[in-house]
């Protein structure tokens, strides 16, 4: 069955009418095409936004303080929260499931501002005080200098790093900033490295433009002693966001008296619940785009058992000459069958092969991502191999598939009525 | 060769039961060339599908080269027919792609013979019926008598024992048809069983049997001017 004659036999019939033999193969070519560019798409947008959690631990809890909304434990609604030292040392202490965590202050609260100026140059940037650990919570690229670091902290030294549009402002193109003295609200601090956001678009734009200094010297420099605005914890490998989030909430709630209930004392954001978010909207658009992929393909294969439909009568007579002399009627199935495979695995593969080709072009044209570059929401598009894989599995099968009424449509005609076509 | 035996062929025709073959009795030895003769409807073309194994018949018995051909699935037809018989039809039903040499090597590959080996045979066979220097040509290039053995050459490619010829020349003019009818007597010799289905008398008289089929029956069942002349040779010779 498979010899070399079989396949001649094939090519023969294909080769004897090539422009119908093409425009099947196109239907196929382009069910295969499109489902290629749907998915690799799909796939773009999915590492375009999820590139927006580069570099973050997924499993990392946010908390800030804010005003309690109800009376509890004798204390009033209404109640402003602080957090304080004792706070992160009680975090540290007493939770397992803590792997790190990195308190923060802010110049200015939440999105505040602060007045940063060198020589003539000035500028309004968020100053924020860190502990070295930030750096598991935040994607940041130290491209100059250093990060904070311990002995910052502990000797309360007054150093800063800036980030890539303050340098910009404050520093003159080829000047080296690091060693430079730059003035946080009136306060002088040694530039001792610039960093930028291993993302892009709005996020990294924020970053580029705000300024770090050691969390300690913070409350020194800028009257916080002992407070702390906002915490970042990482859980631990096994724990999940959504666990270490309740742990830190009720630890904290017992801690300043909160209602347990009262949504508004603390606030908090967990990365994981965002994340898995858009995991779920994208498991969503990859179902959507194989639905509509296989369906253009199933289309395609349609096409193929129709044209070949088509093709058996118009071959009524030779088919039937064929079984005059000896073919059996498997014999005359299997070459229709064949010639269903055949045409949709050769169009399919040259589908494959055109839609991988797009994508790679696409993404040799989309510029690599870059800090300050125009917020990328489509990277890297492309299939993996696994579904290239699946995708010419399912249109051999359906090949098959559509063969099978044409082959048996084939055998059915008997071989003196067959010849009796003129 | 062939032998058959109260053989009744009926077909459905909406609500009418076509009786066609009314009860065939009909033996055909090796080496004979027969013609079958009739009125369109009396039946001949379907006793050649019988005969072909093209039809299956409804009663009666059919023995081809001492097996019986009964109830045979398709598939088993299948491989009787290219084995035993080969067919030579009126329009002569080449496969309008293939060169003739494809075409005589087409019933080796359903019999699974290697490529060298179908291209070799097709090639003596083609020779055999003049036609060596046509072997490249589509059929469409060909003139009917030449399509027409080129027929031939695939019907004997497979060296069958009963070669079934469906109005061979009702296509062809009076000279290709003698061309033609001089090939089909050239097998003769060859201990071939040649049955030539016609409805014209010339055809019939350059065969040596004639048998007359009228609505279903045999009505008669001669030895032609030619097969007599033949018999009686051979009378002679053995009597000689």
Redesign the interface.
């Known amino acids: 069955m498979f010899d070399?004659?079989h396949w001649q036999?094939i090519w023969?019939?294909l080769a004897?009418n090539r422009l119908r033999t093409l425009l099947t193969a196109f239907g196929v070519f382009w069910g295969i095409f499109l489902l290629v560019v749907l998915l690799g798409s799909g796939n773009g947008l999915s590492n375009g936004v999820t590139s927006g959690f580069s570099g973050m631990a997924t499993n990392s809890v946010f908390v800030w303080a804010m005003r309690t909304s109800k009376p509890y434990a004798g204390l009033p609604a209404g109640r402003r929260i602080e957090f304080t030292d004792e706070d992160w040392q009680a975090l540290a202490s007493q939770l397992d499931e803590v792997e790190v965590i990195a308190p923060r202050l802010q110049l200015g609260g939440w999105r505040g501002g602060a007045r940063v100026s060198r020589g003539q140059h000035t500028g309004s940037y968020s100053v924020t005080g860190e502990v070295p650990e930030i750096q598991r919570v935040q994607s940041l690229v130290v491209s100059a200098g250093r990060f904070v670091n311990q002995l910052d902290v502990t000797e309360r030294r007054k150093v800063a790093l800036i980030g890539q549009r303050v340098r910009e402002v404050l520093f003159d193109p080829g000047e080296d900033p690091i060693g430079g003295d730059i003035q946080i609200n009136g306060v002088q601090f040694k530039v001792v490295g610039v960093y930028r956001s291993r993302q892009t678009g709005r996020n990294a734009d924020e970053v580029a433009q705000s300024v770090i200094v050691p969390f300690s010297s913070f409350q020194t420099a800028f009257n916080a002693v002992g407070k702390v605005h906002w915490f970042a914890v990482v859980g631990q490998p096994q724990v999940s966001a959504k666990e270490l989030q309740e742990k830190v909430l009720a630890l904290l709630k017992s801690r300043h008296k909160i209602a347990p209930d009262d949504r508004r004392g603390i606030g908090s954001f967990n990365l994981q619940e965002e994340y898995d978010k858009i995991q779920g909207l994208f498991t969503g658009i990859r179902i959507l785009l194989w639905i509509v992929g296989l369906g253009t393909l199933a289309a395609g294969a349609i096409g193929v058992s129709n044209i070949l439909l088509i093709v058996v009568r118009e071959r009524t007579?030779?088919l039937?000459?064929?079984?005059?002399?000896?073919?059996?009627?498997?014999?005359v199935r299997g070459q229709i069958l064949f010639e269903a495979i055949l045409l949709t695995s050769v169009a399919g593969l040259a589908g494959l092969v055109a839609g991988v080709a797009l994508l790679e072009v696409i993404a040799a044209l989309i510029p690599p991502a870059a800090a300050g570059s125009q917020p990328s929401m489509f990277q890297a598009p492309g299939i993996d191999a696994g579904a290239g894989l699946l995708a010419l599995a399912v249109l051999i099968v359906s090949g098959a598939v559509a063969g099978l009424l044409p082959a048996q449509r084939a055998?059915s005609i008997?071989?003196?009525e067959a010849?009796r076509a003129? | 060769m062939i032998r058959l035996r109260n053989v009744h062929k009926s077909y459905r025709m909406g609500d009418n039961l076509l009786h066609v073959l009314r009860g065939i009795d009909l033996d055909i030895a090796a080496g004979e060339l027969v013609s079958i003769m009739g009125a369109s409807g009396s039946g001949k073309s379907t006793l050649m599908?019988v005969i072909?194994l093209?039809?299956r018949l409804d009663e009666g018995s059919y023995e081809l080269d001492g097996v019986d051909m009964t109830g045979l699935t398709?598939?088993r037809a299948?491989?009787y027919?290219?084995?035993l018989i080969g067919?030579v039809?009126q329009?002569f039903?080449?496969?309008?792609?293939?060169t003739a040499v494809e075409n005589v090597a087409?019933?080796l590959?359903?019999?699974g013979v290697a490529?060298r080996e179908r291209n070799r045979l097709a090639g003596e066979y083609l020779e055999k019926v003049g036609l060596a220097d046509r072997a490249g040509h589509l059929p469409r290039e060909l003139s009917g008598g030449q399509q027409q053995r080129v027929a031939i050459a695939?019907a004997l490619v497979?060296r069958p024992k009963v070669l079934l010829a469906d109005e061979p020349t009702g296509a062809l003019d009076s000279v290709t048809s003698r061309e033609v009818m001089a090939v089909l007597q050239g097998i003769q010799g060859e201990g071939v069983a040649v049955v030539i289905i016609t409805h014209e008398h010339d055809i019939a008289e350059m065969t040596d049997r004639l048998v007359h089929l009228v609505d279903g029956r045999i009505t008669e069942d001669r030895a032609t001017a030619r097969g007599g002349a033949v018999g009686e040779a051979a009378l002679a010779g053995s009597g000689g």
């Open positions: 070399l004659d036999e023969a019939a004897k007579k030779e039937g000459i064929r079984r005059a002399v000896g073919a059996t009627p498997w014999s055998v008997h071989p003196v010849l003129d | 599908n072909g093209l039809d398709e598939t299948a491989r027919r290219g084995q067919f039809f329009s039903h080449l496969i309008p792609f293939k087409l019933p590959y359903y019999q490529r695939r497979t």
